[in-house]
């Protein structure tokens, strides 16, 4: 395993049994234990686990949003596939707002040779979005969030009431036919349902584990969204259920 591919396994492993020794994990990902050592002090400085005397315990609590740095490293391919599947659903001049999250950054980068104006919702996306001259960036403004650099706040807020746009591409921690999109951050659901009603359409792009899951702030309920972007597997039981309450899926082309 690489280091990419080490810090993944530890920090979902943890995930799934709370506690690891340092000999297991080593033995694990075939590496010694002064590298897992090495691995576990970076894991921890990003807020991913609590080192212990022998290895290491998860810091996830089920109800908190992972880190930033933590949900860069998880399924990088799904989200590219996802991005592209996305991109390709707009047409060149729309207006768009992006929101924050490593699946928006992936869709920035997907945007690189179209000619779109993109209000994006966080710094991250929008260093993606800059070098590119056929995007025409506008910023929302407000606070930033440390890490997560999304923007919240009044400001924000109050840019969305002051515009109007063809469509917000919609990023959520969990998406329940029933309950609709949700998230963790509750200074966050506010941007994210200013930019739901200034759209004329709104995309939801979820990966898998989204789907199903139920965080704490209410963004929208699913009539407000025209259709949801998925890896999920077309036969899976949330995907019927949202297809039953008439919501369009779509998937990457290759599923």
């Given amino acids: 395993m690489n280091v990419m591919e080490r810090h993944k396994f530890v920090v979902g492993l ?36 609590r080192r212990v005397r022998g290895g290491a315990v998860s810091n996830l609590p089920g109800g908190v949003e992972p880190p930033y740095a933590i949900r860069a490293m998880s399924a990088a391919q799904a989200k590219e596939r996802l991005a592209h599947t996305v991109v390709d659903l707009l047409t060149d001049g729309e207006t768009v707002a992006l929101d924050t999250g490593t699946t928006a950054v992936a869709i920035a980068k997907a945007m690189a040779d179209r000619q779109l104006t993109v209000t994006p919702l966080s710094l991250h996306a929008a260093f993606a979005l800059s070098p590119h001259p056929g995007i025409h960036l506008l910023m929302p403004g407000g606070q930033v969030r440390p890490e997560e650099l999304s923007f919240y706040g009044h400001t924000p807020v109050q840019t969305f009431k002051d515009l109007c746009f063809d469509t917000f591409i919609l990023g959520c921690c969990g998406v329940d036919p029933t309950q609709g999109a949700t998230a963790y951050n509750l200074e966050d659901v506010q941007v994210k349902r200013a930019a739901v009603t200034a759209a004329q359409r709104v995309i939801l792009v979820a990966t898998a584990d989204k789907l199903g899951r139920t965080a704490l702030g209410r963004i929208c309920p699913m009539e407000q969204i025209a259709l949801i972007v998925t890896d999920a597997p077309d036969n899976s039981p949330t995907v019927k259920e949202l297809r039953d309450h008439g919501v369009e899926v779509v998937h990457p082309a290759d599923d």
Avoid at 34 to 42: A, G, H, Q, S
Wanted: charged content about 25%; aromatic content about 0%; overall charge negative.
């Fill in 14 to 49: 943890l995930m799934q049994q709370n506690r690891a020794t340092v000999s297991e994990l080593a033995q694990a990902t075939g590496t010694s234990e002064m590298t897992i050592r090495r691995d576990l002090e970076v894991l921890e400085s990003r807020g991913a686990l």
